[in-house]
């Protein structure tokens, strides 16, 4: 089958892909194109923005968390009814999270989806040796297919049209166009990447990005390259078909949804529904207290940013805990954990009080970045699964959590090396609050398990009652 797509990569981090690939997808959607983003690796920054310049979901790729396979399946499906699909990459081209092979990297997802690359070169200082790096990139792995190349960052024409001759001249890859240096089309960032897409004003970033991109980005040429791509054969689908249960037996799922709670994978989101949920948004910035549900959904985000809109909210900090009290099943990724807690410390020192479900204190510390792939393997049974049930996931995150009680842990944890990182998972009754932000792709069974004890727990407060 023909899916017509491209990999958005660059020769390093910090070169622009981002801003690259919003311009694409803005001027591509003002052509009329049904264009399909994704985002390679863990990153939840990036797909928020892809949202908002292309009108679809991003989806995220990973091929330590997911393997060749489940790429696949979920580029796919995502892309059955685009016309193209662009894919961002993650740091420079071929590094991962390995050093000597391409574990992990933008190259690796290229080969997996036997996709071609334009390659994104920052040339705002670069004349000639332009080639040679272009080059480079080429022929280190000459397996790959370096389709075209865009320069970041040019201040005129001139500059750029020397750039291409000499890229083209040396390499015969082609050179699709470039963007200049506009400080309006900046998105600001923070420790943990970009800010938010929901943070921003509006759509008229991307609208810019994608009127600067038609100016001078041979649109044309950019959509012959993704329309030359190879046939893909279809995988078979790894996902779960969608539970068969009678309405009335649907478990309400609260998901936390806003400036402060944003970070989720749209596939953990999309296999809760195949299990049997029901998704309901709430925020726990504006909303008085939780909606009617079974099971609480705390994704991560920046807490810290909003703790003391969180603690003046006190109305919905009781209802969590009331809610965890008497028996709902709550599951919290990393921001949610932080929210869980009895008090949250920002970066300047000043505490705010939380929900108070976990018997632990986190604090803010930019000297404690905590970063990289996991691996959770659990050795207690629960909400998630039984005993033995492994799944991967990724941590980054800057605040350190600490306890005056001996915490219980739901299971342990190995990063991509297979070194020991302790345990995560802190359980309170029903209550799991992890710093991983595991992706259920990798074991569609552990958002089955969280449907089914909530829904077990439901039922038993309904006969309770």
Same mark, same amino acid.
């Given at each position: 089958?023909?899916?017509?797509?491209?990999?958005?990569?660059?020769?390093?981090?910090?070169?622009?892909?981002?801003?690259?690939?919003?311009?694409?997808?803005?001027?591509?959607?003002?052509?009329?194109?049904?264009?399909?983003?994704?985002?390679?690796?863990?990153?939840?920054?990036?797909?928020?923005?892809?949202?908002?310049?292309?009108?679809?979901? %991003?989806?995220?790729?990973?091929?330590?968390?997911?393997?060749?396979?489940?790429?696949?399946?979920?580029?796919?499906?995502?892309?059955?009814?685009?016309?193209?699909?662009?894919?961002?990459?993650?740091?420079?081209?071929?590094?991962?999270?390995?050093?000597?092979?391409?574990?992990?990297?933008?190259?690796?997802?290229?080969?997996?989806?036997?996709?071609?690359?334009?390659?994104?070169?920052?040339? %705002?200082?670069?004349?000639?040796?332009?080639?040679?790096?272009?080059?480079?990139?080429?022929?280190?792995?000459?397996?790959?297919?370096?389709?075209?190349?865009?320069?970041?960052?040019?201040?005129?024409?001139?500059?750029?049209?020397?750039?291409?001759?000499?890229?083209?001249?040396?390499?015969?890859?082609?050179?699709?166009?470039?963007?200049?240096?506009?400080?309006?089309?900046?998105?600001?960032?923070?420790?943990?990447?970009?800010?938010?897409?929901?943070?921003?004003?509006?759509?008229?970033?991307?609208?810019?990005?994608?009127?600067?991109?038609?100016?001078?980005?041979?649109?044309?040429?950019?959509?012959?390259?993704?329309?030359?791509?190879?046939?893909?054969?279809?995988?078979?689908?790894?996902?779960?078909?969608?539970?068969?249960?009678?309405?009335?037996?649907?478990?309400?799922?609260?998901?936390?949804?806003?400036?402060?709670?944003?970070?989720?994978?749209?596939?953990?989101?999309?296999?809760?529904?195949?299990?049997?949920?029901?998704?309901?948004?709430?925020?726990?910035?504006?909303?008085?207290?939780?909606?009617?549900?079974?099971?609480?959904?705390?994704?991560?985000?920046?807490?810290?940013?909003?703790?003391?809109?969180?603690?003046?909210?006190?109305?919905?900090?009781?209802?969590?805990?009331?809610?965890?009290?008497?028996?709902?099943?709550?599951?919290?990724?990393?921001?949610?954990?932080?929210?869980?807690?009895?008090?949250?410390?920002?970066?300047?020192?000043?505490?705010?009080?939380?929900?108070?479900?976990?018997?632990?204190?986190?604090?803010?510390?930019?000297?404690?970045?905590?970063?990289?792939?996991?691996?959770?393997?659990?050795?207690?049974?629960?909400?998630?699964?039984?005993?033995?049930?492994?799944?991967?996931?990724?941590?980054?995150?800057?605040?350190?959590?600490?306890?005056?009680?001996?915490?219980?842990?739901?299971?342990?944890?190995?990063?991509?090396?297979?070194?020991?990182?302790?345990?995560?998972?802190?359980?309170?009754?029903?209550?799991?609050?992890?710093?991983?932000?595991?992706?259920?792709?990798?074991?569609?069974?552990?958002?089955?398990?969280?449907?089914?004890?909530?829904?077990?727990?439901?039922?038993?407060?309904?006969?309770?009652?």
């Amino acid at each position: 089958m023909s899916f017509p797509r491209l990999v958005i990569a660059g020769t390093h981090s910090g070169v622009g892909k981002t801003t690259v690939t919003l311009a694409l997808l803005s001027a591509f959607r003002a052509r009329g194109r049904t264009v399909q983003p994704f985002k390679v690796g863990p990153d939840f920054l990036d797909p928020g923005h892809h949202l908002l310049a292309s009108g679809r979901e %991003s989806r995220n790729l990973d091929g330590w968390m997911l393997g060749a396979v489940l790429n696949r399946t979920i580029f796919q499906e995502a892309a059955q009814d685009a016309d193209l699909s662009i894919i961002e990459g993650m740091m420079g081209l071929f590094d991962g999270s390995s050093p000597v092979n391409a574990t992990g990297s933008t190259a690796e997802m290229a080969h997996q989806l036997n996709a071609p690359i334009l390659l994104v070169v920052d040339g %705002s200082a670069m004349a000639r040796s332009a080639a040679a790096m272009v080059y480079g990139y080429a022929n280190f792995d000459s397996s790959l297919n370096v389709a075209g190349v865009i320069f970041n960052r040019l201040s005129s024409e001139g500059h750029y049209l020397l750039l291409k001759e000499a890229v083209e001249q040396e390499t015969r890859i082609p050179v699709v166009g470039y963007l200049r240096s506009d400080s309006d089309v900046t998105i600001p960032d923070r420790h943990l990447g970009l800010r938010t897409a929901l943070e921003g004003s509006g759509t008229e970033l991307y609208a810019k990005l994608g009127q600067l991109a038609s100016a001078t980005i041979d649109l044309g040429r950019v959509e012959q390259l993704a329309q030359a791509s190879p046939e893909m054969l279809v995988t078979n689908s790894g996902m779960p078909a969608k539970a068969s249960s009678p309405v009335n037996q649907a478990v309400r799922i609260g998901v936390a949804f806003d400036p402060a709670f944003c970070f989720y994978y749209p596939e953990n989101l999309q296999l809760l529904e195949k299990a049997g949920g029901e998704l309901v948004r709430f925020s726990p910035m504006k909303d008085s207290s939780l909606p009617d549900v079974d099971l609480v959904y705390l994704g991560g985000g920046y807490p810290e940013i909003y703790a003391e809109v969180l603690q003046r909210n006190s109305t919905m900090r009781q209802s969590i805990q009331a809610f965890a009290a008497r028996g709902g099943v709550v599951y919290a990724e990393c921001g949610g954990l932080m929210y869980l807690a009895n008090t949250l410390r920002d970066f300047d020192g000043t505490e705010y009080d939380m929900a108070g479900v976990i018997p632990a204190e986190t604090a803010m510390s930019r000297t404690t970045m905590t970063l990289g792939y996991r691996e959770l393997a659990v050795t207690r049974g629960g909400p998630i699964g039984d005993e033995g049930v492994r799944v991967r996931g990724h941590e980054f995150h800057y605040s350190t959590l600490s306890s005056k009680e001996n915490l219980e842990y739901l299971g342990h944890l190995t990063d991509a090396q297979g070194r020991d990182r302790g345990g995560d998972g802190i359980t309170v009754g029903n209550v799991i609050a992890l710093y991983t932000h595991l992706h259920f792709s990798s074991h569609p069974h552990v958002p089955a398990a969280l449907v089914e004890a909530a829904r077990g727990e439901a039922g038993m407060r309904k006969g309770r009652r």
